[in-house]
């Protein structure tokens, strides 16, 4: 059986069998698959700017022309002696796992098949045509586990110059572990907010996270979701006069955003509605809230989303380096993505 446990994974891409000329990543940790999609494509050479060596592929885009993948695989590399194809957000539709069938049968000379899965059921389709194949590979993705999620800590840390006291690592690693892409935005975001020290500690990890629900300002941040320009600005300000941190409003909404960043993404692997997604997330949405999020998700695309997220990565760095200013820089960044929503929902 051409497949590997979970604990396996890392350990394979680490040194992977250069037989194997289809390798298949599946699960419900979307930023895992991602990540380990990346480590794969890195291994095999190739320049992965490069459109002649890599080419990228959308799961419904080969299910909806029926034999592109096959032709991809067979087509004569122009300026490389093979090429990566590279196939995303995949659901283990049936066109393509017939073009992978074929290519298991009578493989590609001069091509690597990588493709990014969902959630897939064992037995069935993609994931079964894949494990039944000799030159073929199906790596699993799930849920960190608290080694898994140290690892991820201490990579960040690495690239950051900086350490970790042992009580604010086990503070930090209880919030983490759903989502490989969450996590690490989590960590980066901790990262910033502790610009200039060396060391990060208890402190700083509870600042971030404080209540997790962003209990105190959920009226700044959802009037923020709606476009609620003005009842987000009044929230807002009586966060501020009362004393609190700007910067717990924006680590809320930061954390708001990349739940729906992640929400959305099953929407636009899956073909799923955003009723049906919010239904099925994890951690659960709050009924009281579950409208809202639908709403957001309808409104908001993956691009928006991900520029939504680099303003208030901006954003907190700048309250970091002129913390005499944190309210006013927090207050355009918010305002700025207020804005946003309510002319998204305008569109709609």
Known sequence: MAQKKAF?????????????????????????????????????????????????????????????????????????????????????????????????A????????????????????LRAVVEGADNAMALPCYADEARDIDTVIDDELRKAGMSMTLEARQALRRNLGGDRLASRGEIEKLIIYAHGQREIGLEEVRALSGDVSGASFDDAVDALL??????????????????????????????????????????DSAGRNAASVVAGARPPVFFSRRKLVEKALERWSSDALSRA????????????????????????????????????????
């Not at 959630?119 to 389709?125: A, C, R």
């Not at 680099?310 to 927090?330: C, I, M």
């Open 8 to 104: 396996e994974v890392d350990g394979w891409l680490a040194r992977p069998d250069p037989r194997i000329s289809i390798v298949l990543l599946y699960g419900p940790d979307r930023g895992l698959v991602s990540e380990r999609a990346k480590a794969f494509a890195a291994k095999t050479g190739l320049p992965l700017d490069d459109p002649f060596s890599v080419v990228r592929l959308e799961g419904s885009e080969v299910d909806r022309d029926e034999g592109r993948l096959l032709d991809e695989a067979r087509t004569v590399p122009m300026f490389s002696d093979r090429r990566l194809l590279w196939v995303r957000n995949a659901t283990g539709q049936k066109a393509l796992a017939d073009d992978v069938k074929a290519l298991t």
């Open 309 to 348: 997220l680099t303003r208030l990565q901006t954003a907190v760095l700048q309250t970091r380096r002129r913390p005499d200013l944190s309210v006013a820089l927090a207050r355009q960044a918010l305002l700025g993505i207020a804005v946003e929503s309510a002319r998204l929902g305008q569109q709609r």
């Open 226 to 267: 709606e476009g609620k320009v003005g009842d987000f600005d009044t929230a807002f300000t009586r966060h501020c006069q009362s004393g609190g941190p700007p910067f717990l409003v924006l680590s809320s909404a930061m954390r708001q955003l990349q739940q729906i960043q992640i929400m959305r993404g099953q929407m």
């Open 106 to 125: 009578e493989p590609a000379r001069d091509a690597i098949i990588l493709i990014e899965a969902g959630d897939l059921k064992k037995g069935v389709g």
